[in-house]
């Protein structure tokens, strides 16, 4: 599903029990200098993560600031983010200009403790190459290196290295829980491109070797990912980058399946086993 670029007023983009993501929550909060918002989502678990600008969260009686540190848009530097347990009240301050910030959650009953994740404590994965056209970079903010502090949810960005680049490829599902060879993880992703009128591709094959569906994705524009194999891409001459929220049904740990018709790609494209390996 599309949901095309516009302006949420606040309020949630992926509301709870989403009936495509129901383990998914997305909502972008946009604030000025001194402004605050203030929510909390029964029973999902939550990622404050500002696309740019700086903010202090507060949650549980502690308080996390200076979080963030773009300025101009997602390429102006490294992310940063604050996990808060799932279901708590939490209230986020601009202590900047202006600023536009994402928050991720997934389904999770247990209350854990909040943390923050600075730049150098981030999962960073390159893989790829320009000869393949499937060059990126994948910032995980919530990746493998909080396993044992997060419930089930995967916070991302990702990045097309280059320009015209595809993502997500091989071609890959993750819909149905059937261990070892997948796992159910509903997706939910917001693009952006540069220059900001750039735009690409999103497909989502339901079924090998069988015809889906292809939306015109924009900036700001926010794809869900709730059934089948789902490669995107930017057209020539632009970079893409989207924000990736993945909320898994009975685990955290993501096991993709890989489109049989295109595995034998898993071999020529470099270091694509390094990816899947950081999503846990």
Same mark, same amino acid.
């Given at each position: 599903?599309?949901?095309?670029?516009?302006?949420?007023?606040?309020?949630?983009?992926?509301?709870?029990?989403?009936?495509?993501?129901?383990?998914?929550?997305?909502?972008?909060?946009? $604030?000025?200098?001194?402004?605050?918002?203030?929510?909390?989502?029964?029973?999902?678990?939550? %990622?404050?993560?500002? +696309?740019?600008?700086? #903010?202090?969260?507060?949650?549980?009686?502690?308080?996390?600031?200076?979080?963030?540190?773009?300025? #101009?848009?997602? @390429?102006?530097?490294?992310?940063?983010?604050?996990?808060?347990?799932?279901?708590?009240?939490? /209230?986020?301050? %601009?202590?900047?200009? +202006? !600023?536009?910030?994402?928050?991720?959650?997934?389904?999770?009953?247990?209350?854990?403790?909040?943390?923050?994740?600075?730049?150098?404590?981030?999962?960073?994965?390159?893989?790829?190459?320009?000869?393949?056209?499937?060059?990126?970079?994948?910032?995980?903010?919530?990746?493998?290196?909080?396993?044992?502090?997060?419930?089930?949810?995967?916070?991302?960005?990702?990045?097309? #290295?280059?320009?015209?680049? @595809?993502?997500?490829?091989?071609?890959?599902?993750?819909?149905?829980? /059937?261990?070892?060879?997948?796992?159910?993880?509903?997706?939910?992703?917001?693009?952006?491109?540069?220059?900001?009128?750039?735009?690409?591709?999103?497909? $989502?094959?339901?079924?090998?070797?069988?015809?889906?569906?292809?939306?015109?994705?924009?900036?700001?524009?926010?794809?869900?990912?709730?059934?089948?194999?789902?490669? %995107? !891409? +930017? $057209?020539?001459?632009?970079?893409?980058?989207?924000?990736?929220?993945?909320?898994?049904?009975?685990?955290?740990?993501?096991?993709?399946?890989?489109?049989?018709?295109?595995?034998?790609?898993?071999?020529?494209?470099?270091?694509?086993?390094?990816?899947? !390996?950081?999503?846990?």
């Amino acid at each position: 599903m599309h949901i095309p670029p516009h302006d949420n007023a606040n309020k949630p983009i992926v509301d709870v029990d989403h009936p495509l993501v129901p383990l998914n929550y997305f909502n972008i909060v946009t $604030l000025t200098r001194g402004e605050t918002f203030d929510y909390a989502v029964p029973g999902y678990e939550t %990622c404050v993560a500002p +696309a740019t600008g700086t #903010v202090t969260v507060q949650t549980m009686g502690q308080t996390f600031s200076e979080i963030g540190t773009r300025t #101009v848009d997602v @390429w102006d530097g490294d992310p940063e983010g604050v996990y808060v347990p799932s279901g708590t009240p939490a /209230r986020i301050t %601009c202590d900047s200009d +202006a !600023a536009e910030v994402f928050v991720a959650g997934a389904k999770f009953d247990a209350v854990l403790e909040p943390f923050a994740v600075r730049t150098h404590e981030l999962d960073v994965v390159q893989y790829g190459s320009d000869d393949t056209k499937t060059h990126r970079k994948i910032k995980h903010i919530l990746g493998a290196s909080y396993h044992d502090r997060v419930g089930r949810l995967l916070v991302s960005e990702l990045f097309t #290295v280059g320009a015209g680049g @595809w993502s997500g490829f091989p071609s890959h599902k993750h819909d149905t829980d /059937r261990l070892p060879d997948e796992t159910r993880h509903d997706e939910t992703y917001n693009f952006r491109f540069r220059p900001d009128y750039g735009s690409g591709l999103q497909m $989502l094959q339901r079924v090998d070797n069988a015809p889906g569906d292809a939306y015109h994705i924009m900036d700001r524009s926010t794809v869900l990912i709730d059934k089948g194999y789902h490669p %995107c !891409a +930017a $057209l020539p001459g632009y970079e893409m980058y989207y924000f990736t929220i993945l909320g898994g049904l009975t685990q955290r740990s993501l096991k993709q399946y890989f489109q049989p018709t295109h595995a034998e790609q898993l071999h020529t494209i470099p270091g694509i086993m390094d990816m899947v !390996a950081k999503f846990k």
